[in-house]
């Protein structure tokens, strides 16, 4: 089966890769000619994990093909993937849909006996039908469907999530689109992987529906974190109580600096004025919204706190930059909120990230210092921020830590450390909602 994957970042990467792992023959298509330049030459322009030995070995095989030209690529394929960025757009939050139109007509203009265009990047309901009024238009003699085949993959697991996916959602409107997608992922039927069919319209609102509601478990829990600062409760208990209830379920109640990286806040935001623009309310995502933009906020009050009031002049090692461990994607990280509040109030930071420091340089103050060790980070410091539970931060050397410190300020925001642990070394330990 010949497979275009148009967009070749996190999603297309990993998804084509992975459809060349499952037997399919695979061309990534992509504008960036130096990505596709880099990635022909064996080198990953990102850090996931696992993903640079699947491309070689695919790459290897002949399975898996890199390149800026799509009409040929497009006129031989049976399934042409989009997998471009949807980001928000400026000024309204709508998903800005440019990249897909774009694609779009790119693919239709070149199709060739009958093809499927499977939406795959994270798109408002009524796009797919969109695809197709503009793939109709721009090649009328076109033999073609639209199917919609949204990505539920994290980054950190990208490829394990693509190749043992909780479901597969397939939004199909012909035999003939099903009967290709269900053959492409036919290798998941061995591991029972669900395969779930439905319309267009209910495939595109899966999607922004699981983000959201995945995104609200953890708004909600920032919120219960605050009164369990108020009240004494720990929120470490209350969130194991509550999770170890089969309906709620242990996952995403973890407190913290709140939600970041490319999809919950775009889609969030995305769903709300999808909401608007049919007339409906969305208040519980306008909540979650409006609570994780104030989680961040209030991470910046606690660190203040912590330093007795003011950070002016105040050095602070900030482990972790990327919104999860296991990434070097920045978009959205809470810390891109955080640090230049400090930093606009005087701190001065030194910044460690495993994997995230050359995407942080481009987008955070100048004057943070990056630093290549734990140990130049914390060096000197008044208090550490634990930002990100990369597991090098996971596993501190405490007595060391606290030693090369010229302070004891130690601010976990991902509650990695036990506070009896962290006093024992003569910390000052703050943490979130315990
Ligand atoms: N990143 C994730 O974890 C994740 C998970 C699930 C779904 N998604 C969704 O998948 C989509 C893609 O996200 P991403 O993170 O992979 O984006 P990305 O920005 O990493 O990659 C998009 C790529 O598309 C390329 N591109 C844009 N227009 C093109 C065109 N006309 N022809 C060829 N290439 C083109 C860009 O150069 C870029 O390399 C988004 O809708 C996103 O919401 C992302």
Redesign the pocket.
């Known amino acids: 089966m010949n497979v275009v994957m148009?967009?070749?970042?996190?999603?297309?990467l990993v998804s084509g890769a992975c459809f060349a792992e499952f037997g399919a023959s695979v061309i990534c298509?992509?504008?960036?000619a130096a990505?596709i330049n880099a990635l022909s030459d064996g080198n990953i322009p990102?850090y996931e994990p696992g993903l640079e030995d699947l491309v070689k070995r695919n790459t290897a095989a002949g399975r898996l093909v890199f390149s800026t030209e799509?009409p040929e690529a497009v006129a031989q394929a049976d399934l042409v993937f989009i997998?471009?960025?949807?980001p928000t757009r400026r000024g309204d939050g709508y998903a800005d849909l440019k990249?897909v139109y774009?694609?779009t007509e790119?693919i239709a203009a070149h199709l060739s006996g009958y093809t499927v265009i499977v939406d795959?990047?994270?798109?408002p309901v009524g796009t797919a039908r969109e695809v197709h009024r503009i793939a109709k238009k721009t090649n009328p003699s076109a033999d073609f469907d639209v199917a919609s085949n949204?990505?539920?993959?994290?980054?950190g697991s990208?490829i394990s999530d693509f190749m043992r996916p909780d479901r597969v959602v397939l939004g199909v409107e012909s035999e003939r689109a099903e009967i290709l997608l269900r053959e492409l992922y036919r290798p998941l039927n061995l591991i029972e992987s669900p395969v779930l069919v439905t319309d267009l319209e209910s495939a595109e609102l899966i999607?922004y529906a699981a983000n959201a509601f995945l995104a609200t478990k953890i708004s909600f829990i920032n919120e219960i974190s605050q009164l369990c600062e108020k009240t004494g409760a720990d929120v470490h208990a209350v969130a194991k109580g509550m999770g170890l209830d089969g309906r709620i379920g242990r996952k995403f109640l973890h407190a913290g600096p709140g939600y970041g990286?490319?999809?919950f806040p775009?889609?969030t935001v995305a769903l709300i004025r999808m909401a608007q623009e049919h007339g409906v309310s969305s208040r519980i995502i306008e909540a979650v919204s409006e609570v994780n933009a104030s989680q961040k906020a209030r991470m910046v009050s606690k660190i203040r706190q912590a330093l007795g009031g003011s950070e002016a002049d105040k050095t602070i090692a900030v482990l972790g930059l990327t919104f999860k461990p296991e990434t070097d994607?920045m978009r959205d990280s809470p810390s891109l909120a955080i640090l230049p509040a400090l930093v606009d109030k005087g701190a001065i930071i030194k910044a460690h990230d495993p994997e995230g420091m050359a995407e942080a340089k481009a987008l955070l103050p100048h004057s943070i210092q990056y630093m290549d060790s734990i140990e130049a980070a914390v060096s000197g410091a008044d208090a550490i921020v634990l930002m990100t539970e990369w597991n090098q931060y996971r596993g501190l050397d405490l007595a060391k830590t606290k030693s090369l410190m010229r302070g004891k300020v130690f601010v976990d925001l991902r509650n990695v450390y036990e506070p009896e642990l962290m006093a024992r070394h003569g910390f000052d330990y703050t943490c979130v909602g315990r």
């Open positions: 148009i967009g070749a970042g996190y999603v297309g298509i992509d504008k960036d990505k990102i799509l997998a471009v960025g949807t990249y774009a694609a790119e795959k990047s994270t798109v949204p990505e539920f993959l994290r980054e990208a999607k990286g490319s999809c775009k889609d994607d």
